[in-house]
């Protein structure tokens, strides 16, 4: 039973406004893209409405100036290093105590980490200490080592997700760990390169390391069960069906609870 | 699995209308079916919350639910993106308090900016909404059967 000619009009005339009104959504990357950016502006948000009293939340510049009204904030199109100081650079959204100005973290897209054996690992949303961050982009860009304070992957994708899909998350945390460190003498969760600006303390554990922060996968559809035992006894959050579901809720939550313990990271 | 005339026509569409990557999409899920999680079990281990390992299968899905299943499809590609990304745009006004923001995505080292998520005023996805109604309506927009069965 063939769809009549008056939905096959409506159907064409709809997904040529569609087109019109939202091209980016079309491209292969496109959906992923506005899954990322809705789940860095929610736990952005999350501090906002929930936590406003202590912490300040503003959007930067890719030079670290706040962004003026009515301008863009750009997010990075692709995996990449933090810029050099550019207020044409990436942005991100700073997130900062009100008192303590130890606590300033940038909240991040697609940024690319560096791991123990120096290879790269893209983390789709992601939270690295300001003092870090400032370092980098003061001295001509480059990577931060370490792992993250939050580390989220967004897959936009339905169906189950796999559990080689959460090997690969829990492969680069391990690589990011940095239960052995880099220089003799430090002990630090987060460090860079160019001024070895660094920031925490080492844990000796993986699941010591695994349990001080948001690490999470995000998924449009659902997890097969074997891939949850294995997230669950490691600290990771999985959170699927995000758009129709509460897990954005429960994302938002550790979040909020990574924020009053950061001091102890 | 033959796909249905319906979800053949949906397809067509789509690649006709520049939708060809939401087309590929929807003719190899229906074509190799639902997703079903199964158990596997060995002696010792007589539950699936025993055994813990899984496998995922692929079951036909029924002429009848082809349809839904295939405009589910189009409704988490399309509509749910576009609504989830205009909360992001009206986080970030709300985050600055001053006039609307856009988020835009750029090329890190080339600064060049990719097509925009949307072209339409923050907070407007009346274009995803009525592509939602659609969708919604498209199931009871088919042509009947004739008495003869042709």
Redesign the interface.
Known sequence: ????S???S???D???????????????T??G???E??V???L??TV?IQMGRFWR???RQGDGAI?R??????????P??I?PRSS???GY?LIEHRTDTARRFELRG?LQWKGRSDAKHEIDVSLLPSVIGEAIRNSGGGHPHGLPIVAVECK?K???G?LDETRQTLARMYDLALVTQSVPGWSCRIYETNTLAQWGRKSTRYLTFFQKGTFGIVR?GHF???AT?LARHYSIGHYPDI?NGGAIGFLQERFRETLLRVSNF | MAIIEEVRQVIFILEEEGFGALAGELLTEISLGREVEKGIFNDEQKTTADAGETVIARVPIDATDQLRAALDILRAGLVLPVRAFDEAEKIASELSGDGQFRIAFIDPEERIASLPISTRAVGDTTVADELDALLTRLPNMIIPPTVDGA
């Not at chain 1, 040529?16 to 959504?25: D, E, M, V, Y």
Request: charged share 15%.
């Open positions: 039973m063939p769809l009549s008056t939905a096959e409506e159907l064409r709809m997904l040529r406004a569609f087109r019109a009104a939202h091209p980016g959504i079309i491209v292969p496109g959906a893209k506005a899954l950016a809705w860095l502006m929610k952005a948000n906002r939340v503003s959007l962004l009204p009515s301008t863009t904030f750009n997010l990075s199109s692709r990449s290093r810029q044409t650079a990436p959204v697609g936009d339905g169906g189950s796999p449009t097969q069960s074997g035992t758009y």
